[in-house]
């Protein structure tokens, strides 16, 4: 029996999962698939499996799985059914928000659970699924290591100038900070580039984390110095059904000018703007290009407009740009926004080649580019994966004297 490991990672809208089998002390990839469209009409279940894994893989199917919670027992009855016989021996999640407790991978134990549904009022979206990830996923594979790997550890080499906000410093010796997100995301990008373009990884880069949830981070020597979002994953670009960056003169004058409940409050700036607010209709890029409505139109180009802020404004922490990086969703697949928010930065060294955008190819940019353009596909659950492994040799020992 093949030992091999389960990850689990739970988006605002979406359930992506992967099995990867341990071979010779390191991990191949037996398939990936996921739910996505949550919380929303026309959800879809899919899997794809590696080539030579003699795995299944199904293309987008509608699925009944309208919640998080019931995608989860649909994605664990999956892996149950499909897996081949396999020994689930380690179970690694995607935890977006660690606070100031959590700066590494860790493997999870009931105290580790209690801090981080401390943490789930500052990510509303996203932490209570992660945690009931772990809940089920260790229900399922009692004997299995549950490994915590956290969105906010990779930005904890910020300064702390960009990482305060402008209050007495006892609301951030107390906690409130700027985190940054997609740390996971982050991890892999930086390594795929190291591999394909080591010096550019080493220099001045902004990673584009542009999917649903949308963000971008600042690098240096492979290290994040700024990430568009901070405190939670509300601020910075807007996204799919989130505002992103906004006066907090804003929340106050709803609270008390409009009377709004704090509920109400969190509501519209969570689920009821961004892409989708804005528009009116939809947070998918697909379905607002295809209606072009005036609606739809306000939104894609708000989207742009704020990614070009934030790139210059990063690229103003930095002392310049080396390369820009696109990945996610948005960034891996939409060609017209790639184009739309490079457009205008010939002042920087940064032109696209046009035919490489529609393509899609790894390098964007025009020969005589000096800024580089790339696109690499996010791969969190590879990330994920890695971190697990590195806990599997511990699995029998145990930090409590009680299972």
């Not at 860790?106 to 990510?123: G, H, Q, S, W």
């Not at 568009?228 to 807007?238: C, E, K, V, Y």
Request: aromatic content about 8%; glycine content about 10%.
């Amino acid at each position: 029996m093949k030992n091999a490991m389960l990850t689990l990672n739970a988006g605002s809208s979406s359930l992506k999962f992967a099995l990867f089998d341990i071979q010779g002390g390191g991990i191949a990839e037996a398939f990936r698939g996921q739910v996505e469209g949550l919380h929303g009409e026309a959800a879809e279940f899919s899997v794809k499996a590696a080539p030579g894994s003699g795995m299944p893989s199904f293309a987008p199917r509608p699925t009944v799985s309208a919640s998080h919670v019931a995608a989860l027992h649909e994605v664990l009855d999956f892996v149950h059914q499909f897996g081949g016989g396999r020994k689930i021996v380690g179970v690694g999640h995607r935890i977006v928000h660690g606070g100031t407790q959590f700066t590494k991978p860790i493997r999870v134990y009931e105290d580790e659970l209690l801090e981080m549904r401390t943490l789930i009022p500052l990510a509303p979206l996203h932490q209570t699924h992660n945690i009931r990830c772990i809940l089920a996923a260790r229900k399922v594979f009692p004997e299995a290591a549950q490994v915590a790997c956290f969105d906010t550890a990779f930005h904890r080499t910020h300064n702390w100038e960009n990482d305060t906000f402008g209050l007495p410093p006892e609301y951030y010796d107390s906690g409130v900070r700027r985190y940054g997100f997609h740390g996971l995301s982050y991890e892999h990008l930086v390594d795929e580039l190291r591999g394909f373009a080591p010096d550019i990884a080493e220099g001045r880069v902004i990673m584009a984390h542009l999917g649903n949830g949308a963000s971008m981070c600042a690098m240096k020597d492979g290290r994040s110095i700024s990430s568009t979002m901070s405190f939670t994953p509300l601020d910075g670009l807007a996204m799919g059904t989130r505002c992103g960056q906004i006066d907090a003169g804003v929340v106050l004058h709803l609270l008390t000018d409009r009377r709004m409940s704090v509920d109400a409050v969190s509501q519209l700036l969570h689920r009821g703007s961004g892409l989708k607010g804005m528009s009116g209709f939809s947070h998918d890029v697909r379905d607002l290009e295809k209606a072009d409505t005036p609606g739809s139109r306000a939104a894609l180009t708000y989207f742009v407009h704020r990614a070009r802020y934030e790139i210059g404004a990063l690229t103003a922490l930095l002392g310049g740009l080396d390369a820009l990086v696109f990945s996610g969703g948005i960034g891996e697949h939409a060609a017209d926004l790639r184009e739309r928010i490079c457009a205008g930065f010939e002042w920087l060294g940064l032109s696209l080649d046009a035919e490489r955008n529609a393509r899609t190819d790894r390098l964007l940019s025009a020969d005589a580019s000096r800024v580089k353009v790339f696109v690499v596909a996010a791969n969190e659950e590879k990330t994920i994966a890695q971190h697990t492994l590195s806990f599997l040799p511990a699995l029998q020992e145990s930090r409590y004297s009680a299972p």
